[in-house]
Structure formats: structure tokens, C-alpha cells
């Protein structure tokens, strides 16, 4: 029941809800919302993790890509701003990691907004960018509503010095 509800909330919600509140809505422990997002997950239900919370997924906005990028921390907000400055919508940053292989951050980031947010949390929970484990390298899906639009983000980024052309699969 709790599971349909939480369902429910989700696809009426305009803006992701965090998992914390999900937990104060049905007064049950934020690992118990995490399970049973998971499930129905593994039940099919496409369900995004974002940054700021739980949402639906929504379909691509058009054509989708992956950019292999490198650079220090320092460069991040310039990197994430001019993506969502061209409309460019970035899904999620991958970084390989010699252990644990292949490791996923949603990020979700369609504005300059979402990308304050993203940074802020970062800063306010001590938190470390994935790509500082992998020396700066790192990949993100990207969405655009065109390809045009992903050549202008692709070429913004290597004019910036941070696309990795050795690795840039586009």
C-alpha cells in the first residue's frame, strides 16, 4: 500500500522529493523509502535519483550523448554551466574507478539553478565529486534537443580545455 501511494506522489510530483521527506510522509525511516523505491524499480517503474530527490524519469528531450571530460574541481561550475547555459541537460557523471569499476551519480541539472543546488549540497555535506577519485576524468549523459545543440556543448568544452578528445567517444 505504502509502495502505491509513494508511487502515486511521484507521478504527480513537478519536482523530485527527497527521500527524507518521503520517510516524514509515511512515517517510516529514509532506508525503508530507499528499499522500497528499489523495488519498484526492479517492478519496472522508472524512477530517477537526483541530486534534490526522487522522481519520475521522463523521456529523452530530444538526442542523447556522452561527453568524456577532465579537469580539476575547481573548474566544475564552469563545466555544468555552460552544458545548461546551451540547453544541455546533464543526466549523470561515470567515472571509472580501478577498484570498484564503473561508478553512477544522477545529477539531473537542466538549469543554472539546478546546478547552484547540486554545488551548495556538495559544499554543505563535505562532499567529494566522483572524478576526484579518477584524477578529474569522468563522463556525463547528456540530453539535448538537438544534435546541433550537442556539437555547440562538445565544442564549448574542448574551447574550454576540459573535453578529453583522447577519450570523447562523439
Known sequence: MRRRQLLQVLKESKEPISGSQFAEMFDVSRQVIVHDIALLRAEGHAIDATTRGYRMTSGPIGVR???AVRHTPSETQIELMTLVDLGIVVKEVVVDHPVYGELRGGLELHSRRDVD???DRLREHGGLLLSVLTGGA???TVEAPDAPTLA??????AELGILDEAEDRG
Open 65 to 67: 550523448d556522452v561527453f
Open 117 to 119: 543546488l547540486f554545488l
Open 138 to 140: 569522468h563522463v556525463h
Open 152 to 157: 555547440a556543448g562538445r565544442q564549448a568544452l
